[in-house]
């Protein structure tokens, strides 16, 4: 009699959360006329990269990159950028 054992948990879709340079994204400042955007798209998505295992000063970290490299964007694609670098780093 062969025991069974119960199966592996899958892989998790996320990689795990990690600040820029660590997947090769060289972390950038936005201008001072950025800033402002930066943190409220950091505040926006903060809830749904907590939710990732993302802690708030690598939250500010990405956001700062995104708008220093895009100019803008909404939450969603913020959120989609991230979740691309992470992968790919």
Do not use: K
């Not at 340079?21 to 990269?49: F, H, K, S, Y």
């Not at 490299?69 to 950028?81: C, Q």
């Amino acid at each position: 009699m062969t025991e069974q054992r119960p199966p592996a948990d899958p892989p998790s879709a996320d990689p795990p959360p990690a600040d820029p340079e660590q997947v090769g994204v060289e972390p950038e400042t936005p201008d001072m006329m950025q800033i402002e955007a930066a943190r409220l798209l950091a505040n926006d998505a903060r809830d749904r990269l907590r939710d990732r295992g993302f802690e708030d000063r690598q939250i500010e970290r990405w956001a700062n990159t995104y708008i220093a490299e895009h100019g803008s964007g909404d939450v969603d694609t913020f959120l989609s950028w991230v979740a691309r670098q992470t992968r790919t780093g």
